[in-house]
């Protein structure tokens, strides 16, 4: 059974910064895609930023040159770095992933629980 597990959120003042973290546990041969996702009060879920197999990254506009996404092979844990904290990335952050358990499994799309975000002004 894999699990993501996000940490890292919490309130933080306009112009400050967050690094928000997802844990993948359980039975992982490889993974094809790890990504962020948020949700804001009363809004759809939208998409962050996101980073294949080969490293290659991309970022919705929103966020592009104030948050950078990473991760730690060895601790099968992604990162997301926030600087430049805006009002309106206040949402619930989620992680997202298509991994699989061994090499003859198809990729399973999993979803974190999320963590909340919250950005004063």
């Known amino acids: 059974q894999v699990q993501l597990v996000e940490s890292g959120g919490g309130l933080v003042q306009a112009g400050g910064s967050l690094r928000l973290s997802c844990a993948a546990s359980?039975?992982?041969?490889?993974?094809?895609?790890m990504a962020w996702y948020r949700q804001a009060p009363g809004k759809q879920r939208e998409f962050v930023a996101i980073?294949?197999?080969?490293?290659?990254?991309n970022y919705a506009e929103a966020v592009k040159g104030r948050f950078t996404i990473s991760r730690d092979h060895a601790k099968n844990t992604l990162y997301l770095q926030m600087n430049s904290l805006k009002p309106e990335d206040t949402a619930v952050y989620y992680c997202?992933?298509?991994?699989?358990?061994?090499?003859?499994?198809?990729?399973?799309?999993?979803w974190g629980q999320g963590t909340q975000v919250t950005v004063s002004s």
């Open positions: 997202n992933a298509d991994l699989r358990g061994s090499y003859y499994d198809s990729y399973v799309n999993y």
């Open positions: 980073m294949n197999s080969g490293g290659s990254t």
């Open positions: 359980g039975s992982i041969f490889s993974w094809r895609t």
